[in-house]
């Protein structure tokens, strides 16, 4: 019998972080073959898709990661009591230009959405959604921003590339909701 | 005529746009730019009298709504077919925002974690594997820290020759390099290695300047504990 599904079912269980197919190769050494892991991941993705299951294996920043489904959010928000942390409407779209634009100074975020965003970058940075990446080569070398591994955690992105694109999403679709209210989003404090 | 005034609060000259454009069911493309422009100073008007505090980029979007509708007035030249309509300049600058408004909302549809979905708790000690939970030194931490290196020093006897001047973004190079091979580096293992005492604190100098560009960041484990060297935050912050 092979080892290596039950293994990595038990490997991800006590990784505090996304579990990454590097790690796992340092882990395992040569006692199992890449081809091997990435069969028992894929195979261990489709058990934990059984409804019968509380959990799933997600693929997140790059690594792997139990989380639970999400129809028993509210039980589970019972059991922690989590405070929520929101994250305004301003905030979200910052975080969207932010994610899309990325290198983005301060400058090109605020030619974009018409306004300052200087306060609602101090929060991204705090709530460490954005990082500084760098500088601009251009005069007064303003700095950079990207997103960090938690964003991707926060909104369960493989990678960068598992958003969809600006041509993907349509502008215009008939009617953008005028919803204005703040989304609450609970970013981990 | 009856105005029925629900004021909303327009975070920027953008969202007043795009809420002028919904409300009077007008094409992007093909912006009425005279009705569009009356509107919006009128809404500027009504913010003034309600003493509502107009941000400088309201008013610079006024003039560029201005701008444009006297340039519709002005008669094209014929053989300048070619020119662009001038309204695409608030055409473009409105699409683009609004497909990030909806990157936005995309984002908020996603499963998200600790609203959604949870994983397991780690205590914030297991998540840090090797990086102990750290905390940002001030000034003074650090001049401690190296005032402590230089008494610890031991002179070698030596003969004073003249040294070459080192200028110091040689060094702040150094040290950039040196991180981005070994990811992070001691405060205490910095500094000594330099071999003299003005060289210590050429590299010190450096460290802060680098800090003040925002190029690297200083930690420490504890209060007290080991200084720490990062280029840009590392992995898990504790402020």
Known sequence: MNEIKPLLEALIFVSPTPLGLKKIMEVVEDSFPKKEIEAALALLIKEYENPERGLYLQEVADGFQFRTKPRFSEWIKRLKKVTPARLSRAALETLAIVAYKQPVTRGEMEHLRGVEVDGIVRTLLEKNLIRIVGRKEIPGRPILYGTTQHFLELFELKNLSALPSLEEIKALNADLSENEADSTIQADE | ?239
């Open chain 2, 1 to 239: 005529m009856d105005y029925n005034v629900k004021l909303d609060i327009f975070e920027g000259p953008l969202d007043l746009l795009i809420h002028l454009i919904r409300k009077n069911e007008m094409d992007i493309y093909d912006i009425p730019i005279a009705v569009i422009t009356e509107q919006y100073l009128e809404y500027l008007e009504l913010m003034k009298e309600l003493n509502i505090n107009i941000a400088g980029n309201f008013l610079v979007m006024a003039a560029t709504l201005i701008h444009i509708k006297s340039r519709m007035l002005l008669p094209r030249p014929p053989e300048d077919e070619e020119e662009e309509d001038p309204r695409m300049e608030l055409t473009r600058p409105l699409l683009e925002y609004l497909q990030l408004k909806e990157a936005a909302e995309q984002l908020k549809l996603r499963p998200l974690l600790f609203r959604d979905v949870f994983t397991r708790d780690f205590l914030a000690k297991e998540m840090e594997e090797k990086e102990p939970g750290v905390i940002r030194v001030g000034l003074f931490e650090l001049m401690d820290a190296v005032r402590k290196i230089l008494l610890e020093r031991k002179e070698e006897p030596f003969v004073a020759l003249p040294s070459p001047l080192v200028p110091i973004e040689n060094k702040m190079e150094e040290i950039l390099l040196k991180l981005k091979q070994m990811g992070r580096i001691l405060l205490d293992e910095l500094l000594p290695a330099q071999v003299s005492r003005s060289a210590l604190i050429l590299a010190f100098l450096a460290l802060l300047e680098l800090a003040k560009q925002q190029k690297i960041v200083i930690y420490q484990e504890i209060q007290g504990g080991n200084i720490l060297i990062y280029d840009f935050l590392p992995p898990a912050t504790i402020t």
